[in-house]
């Protein structure tokens, strides 16, 4: 019913910036909430930031500051800036979405995951 397409993860080095992307798709009224969540190798995927709607947005303290989640001019497509990254920022983004679809039932759906890779 409701497809995700992400992409932008890459290898970087401290310092740098990336920008991920999630795209949605398919039979969607309403997209009410975009989360990133991220895990790294041999830990428990954690929340990074959340887009609701009226444009309300959180995020973990880790990355307060260097982490902007933003909705792209179009449509259904979500956007994770990330600056100043650390090595610690290293490990598979996954976009999940809460979707009103166009039957009027909820879905949560969670994308594929890209790869981001910070090195010192």
């Given at each position: 019913q409701v497809q995700l397409v992400e992409s932008g993860g890459g290898l970087v080095q401290v310092g740098g910036s990336l920008r991920l992307s999630c795209a949605a798709s398919g039979s969607i009224f309403r997209?009410?909430?975009?989360?990133?969540?991220r895990q790294a190798?041999?830990?428990?995927?954690?929340?990074v930031a959340t887009f609701t709607?009226?444009?309300?947005?959180?995020?973990?303290?880790?990355?307060?500051?260097?982490?902007?989640i933003s909705r792209a001019n179009a449509k259904n497509t979500w956007y994770?800036?990330?600056?100043?990254l650390k090595s610690e920022d290293t490990g598979v983004y996954h976009c999940n979405v809460d979707v009103t679809t166009l039957r009027l039932n909820t879905v949560n759906q969670w994308g594929q995951g890209t790869q981001v890779t910070v090195s010192s």
């Open positions: 997209i009410n909430a975009v989360g990133w969540h190798p041999g830990k428990q995927r954690e929340l709607i009226g444009d309300s947005t959180t995020y973990a303290d880790s990355v307060k500051g260097r982490f902007t994770l800036q990330m600056n100043s």
